[in-house]
């Protein structure tokens, strides 16, 4: 009897469930450690090879800490709430509750059969009420206060309301929409309602009307990710720009505390810079510029001060209000149908498009505040409204998008003289070039002579002075639309009053969704909530009709995830003061800005009103790399039903067609299976390779390409076929072997069947032919503890560096080693049991309990290294003979230079190489080298 991986599994998968071998409770009398993956959404599809590559690697080393002495908190749930269940609802008439229950069944079922050591009696799904009472809960805290920028910190808004009462704005530093100024007595004199407008400005979950992704075929708000080239990634429909009345989050009063937060974790570069660029800090000046026959004014931020006597045009963001009172009347069309055009783009989409230029003449020109020249402005889509005033002054000699831009609509160009120590950029050197319309040295005088940060400094001095403007830091992050126009989705705990929002009483959270009739917008165009019956708040006030957006409930899942069946909070004070934070993160890169940047803000707001322990919520966080596909095709000779193989393919025209990877092994197509795959191929003929004149021995041979997996391409692997045919640890294993954990690489079946191979090889260092035990309590050999303790460094070592595809190599070459010394020693065979468990759990649990032992080999300890076993004893010197190598010679370390020469002399090969010459000189260079002189 072989090793029988399905057995084996399916007996271990059982017994944990029934022994709830990974059940976790607070243990003071241990480290913690909270090892945390992604919060994965589970579509219909199921679980694809691919995605098990970063649960993986969070498995191995959660039990790697265990069996180093840690209480490793390692949960798992489910974000359940989602755009494309609700679509399928709305095709099948099927609530989406059944779809979703459905879904996360299947994903629990493939989770299970690859052996994760997850607690699952903390499982968490956001659609659950009982789980989304604490995301209402937390917005119901956040529209309840505000944040203090000279404190750092969220405050109850109820300090800002007695603040407002004794004396108005004065003397306050806070975030805020727009800039107020009222006194005590102005803030008493207006109405309930007016005062809750206004403290709508401040709220760090807020009413406003704001820009949004809107598409009318799906009749809901997108996030960015969710639209590409002006097209929704679902369902393929138009999107366009739309300013609509929303909920946001004031995510933007943290900028800088997130910013700073990155000094503090343990995560990679790249991912670092890239929410640095996300959150894009830029200190500069805020400058005014009057419009020619007008009162507007207008604001615009800039860097570099130093180059506004370089200004040759202004740019207005086509979302800006200053559009509208800037157009002339000569112009009005034109801007009205450029307009029409932008709101098709998402603001990523027009960030992205650094090499298209367009724009159009507002018809209005402004005054350079400091040279008094009159400036166009124009209205383009490369300027953002979010960012800085929504406005710029274009200094197209300095800068690469204002130089395409003026070149395109042939505007002028022209070189500031350049501060000392400023070296030309790009743009700079284009003065010359024949498009550019002037080619004016402009020389601001006062800069002569300064490096680049003096000349910024001088500016910004003069124009304080002028009483143009000040010093002020922008930053890119914006507040995050907080609302959905979906039916699946958490439902705000917010009733209206008067036209107001309030908050429902936390004694009756949660607030749960409704049923309704469809899943689709009103008659009159409200989203699906609106179709509910009496959707009212104590049977008199109307609820909120939006639903919260899918980042809302994996914003705090960790937290939960420490205390989840507490009713009483979102997580205990014993609880989170035990766990406080996550120390391992691992996910998928395309969460590097949204997520990280929402949880981040939602902990630090819990932070700062005394709900959780720590300011920061990941300690590491590594991003896995993706698995991708790996595609076979089939070659048609056109016109016909026949294909011929990749080989031979040249000799016919052809067209090649993806083809279902799980008909096709080692390139090799199973032609029987490709026959039923497709009815279309039922009668499909072939011209095979290494076919004999009999017809008998050909091959169908696939080409092949990397891609990334999908359906369209017949390149999804389903991990419950590699599990069937192979089993779960090699999954597993093989999943670790493809490459650094990192970096994306390909799937390829064709290696798996090593990786397999090495599990029955290390099967049978324990068990004899007749798969009967065979380990011997002997005293285990030098050579035998040298094999161990190289690996136990080895595979310490690289698990700490997560280097898990090395570890792997590793396991093959010490398996390789022992079975060449022939070692069934329990001595070895003990320990390397408990290093190759977190990697292959059920082979290791069999093999544990086969050696006797009576609890599971996750309360084993990890296996200590002791260096001195592989300190060598004897060296194997390379003798050479006038400096060429002719024969080796195994000596003690510690060989005296007398015993060596001895031993060099009355070697049996030294008279062939002497060949009757004298031996005049041996060189030693000891535990190195010999060499022997003679003549």
Excluded at 325 to 334: G, I
Excluded at 642 to 662: G, I, K, P, W
Excluded at 865 to 876: D, R
Aim: hydrophobic letters at 35%.
């Amino acid at each position: 009897m072989d090793y029988n991986f399905k057995a084996i599994e399916n007996k271990w998968q059982q017994q944990w469930i029934k022994d709830k071998t990974y059940k976790v409770d607070i243990d003071k009398d241990r480290p913690k450690f909270y090892v945390l993956d992604m919060f994965p959404y589970p579509s219909g599809a199921g679980l694809h090879v691919g995605h098990p590559l970063g649960y993986i690697a969070s498995d191995i080393y959660s039990r790697f800490k265990r069996l180093n002495g840690f209480n490793v908190l390692h949960p798992m749930g489910y974000d359940a709430y989602g755009l494309p269940a609700e679509q399928y609802a709305i095709q099948t008439g099927q609530h989406p509750a059944i779809t979703t229950e459905k879904n996360l069944n299947r994903y629990r079922e493939q989770l299970d059969k690859i052996g994760f050591c997850y607690d699952w009696d903390r499982e968490i799904k956001t659609c659950d009420p009982s789980y989304y009472h604490w995301t209402q809960w937390a917005f119901i805290q956040m529209f309840n206060s505000y944040y203090c920028n000279q404190a750092k910190k969220a405050r109850p808004i109820a300090e800002l309301i007695q603040a407002f009462n004794a004396s108005g704005t004065q003397g306050l530093d806070i975030a805020q929409t727009e800039q107020l100024e009222f006194t005590s007595a102005q803030w008493k004199a207006k109405s309930d309602k007016q005062q809750q407008e206004i403290l709508l400005n401040y709220r760090l979950a807020y009413l406003a009307d704001t820009m949004v992704n809107w598409c009318p075929a799906l009749g809901t708000v997108l996030a960015n990710d969710e639209v590409k080239e002006g097209i929704s990634v679902r369902g393929g429909h138009p999107v366009e720009q739309k300013v609509m009345r929303q909920w946001l989050l004031r995510v933007s009063a943290y900028a800088q505390r997130l910013l700073d937060g990155l000094d503090s974790v343990d995560w990679t570069e790249s991912l670092t810079e890239i929410q640095r660029n996300w959150i894009g800090r830029s200190e500069g000046a805020e400058m005014i510029f009057k419009v020619k026959n007008s009162d507007v004014e207008m604001k615009v931020f800039t860097t570099r001060a130093d180059t506004v006597f370089g200004v040759t045009f202004m740019v207005l963001a086509p979302e800006s209000e200053l559009v509208d009172a800037l157009t002339t009347s000569e112009q009005r069309d034109e801007v009205d149908a450029y307009i029409f055009e932008t709101n098709k783009k998402t603001e990523r989409e027009r960030q992205a498009e650094v090499k298209k230029v367009s724009g159009v003449f507002s018809g209005s020109y402004a005054i350079n505040p400091l040279s008094g020249e009159e400036i166009p402005v124009w209205i383009g889509d490369y300027v953002l409204a979010g960012y800085g005033t929504g406005a710029i002054m274009a200094v197209p000699g300095h800068d690469s998008r204002d130089f395409a831009f003026a070149r395109h609509f042939n505007l002028p160009i022209l070189q500031v003289v350049l501060p000392e120590g400023e070296e030309a950029t790009d743009p700079a050197t284009w003065n010359d070039s024949k498009d550019s319309k002037a080619g004016t040295m402009i020389n601001s005088g006062f800069l002569n002579g300064l490096n680049v940060p003096e000349a910024i400094a001088k500016t910004k001095e003069y124009i304080r002075e002028k009483q143009v403007g000040d010093v002020q830091i922008n930053y890119r992050l914006r507040d995050a639309i907080f609302s959905r126009q979906r039916y699946w989705g958490e439902p705000f705990p917010v009733y209206y009053k008067d036209g107001m929002p309030q908050m429902i009483s936390e004694d009756d959270l949660p607030l749960t969704l409704p049923e309704v009739d469809k899943f689709l917008p009103t008659e009159k165009g409200e989203p699906p909530l609106g179709r509910a019956k009496n959707w009212v708040y104590k049977d008199a006030y109307p609820l909120e009709l939006n639903t919260m957006p899918g980042f809302a409930g994996s914003s705090a899942y960790y937290l939960r995830y420490m205390d989840p069946q507490n009713d009483k909070a979102l997580v205990g004070k014993e609880a989170n003061e035990y766990w406080q934070d996550v120390d391992l993160y691992i996910g998928g890169t395309e969460h590097a800005t949204g997520h990280l940047i929402y949880s981040r803000f939602w902990n630090k707001f819990l932070y700062d009103r005394g709900y959780v322990v720590k300011d920061e919520p990941y300690k590491k966080l590594i991003n896995q790399g993706m698995i991708q596909g790996r595609s076979n095709f089939v070659y048609r000779i056109n016109g016909s039903n026949r294909f011929v193989s990749y080989n031979l393919r040249d000799q016919y025209e052809t067209t090649a067609l993806h083809v279902d990877v799980n008909i096709v092994h080692n390139d090799v197509l199973d032609i029987d299976a490709f026959r039923k795959w497709n009815p279309e191929y039922k009668d499909a003929e072939f011209i095979l390779e290494d076919q004999s004149e009999d017809n008998d021995g050909g091959k169908y041979i696939c080409g092949w390409a990397i891609e990334k997996m999908s359906k369209s391409m017949f390149n999804v692997v389903n991990p419950d076929d590699i599990i069937e045919e192979y089993g779960a640890d090699t999954l597993r294993l093989y999943e670790m072997f493809l490459g650094p954990l990192e970096q994306s690489k390909p799937w390829n079946t064709n290696g798996i069947d090593g990786v397999h191979k090495f599990l029955r090889k290390t099967w049978h260092l324990f068990f004899d032919q007749q798969n009967v035990l065979n380990v011997s309590n002997e005293k285990a050999s030098k050579d035998e503890l040298k094999v161990l303790h190289k690996t136990i460094k080895k595979i310490t070592d690289d698990i700490e560096r997560f280097s898990f595809n090395t570890c792997v190599s590793a396991f093959m070459i010490c398996v390789n080693e022992l079975n060449e010394l022939s070692c069934n020693k329990r001595e070895i065979l003990e320990p390397l049991t408990v290093l190759l468990a977190p990697f292959a759990p059920h082979l290791g649990e069999e093999l544990w309990r086969n050696l006797g032992k009576t609890t599971t080999v996750c309360d084993a300890q990890w296996p200590v290294f002791e260096a001195k076993h592989l300190v060598e004893s004897t060296f194997t010197y390379p003798v050479s003979f006038n400096g060429k190598m002719r024969f080796k010679l195994e000596m003690p370390v510690d060989a005296t230079r007398e015993a060596i020469e001895e031993a060099v002399k009355n070697h049996d090969s030294a008279q062939k190489w002497l060949d009757g010459k004298t031996m005049r000189k041996i060189i030693i260079v000891p535990n190195k080298i010999i060499n022997v002189v003679v003549g």
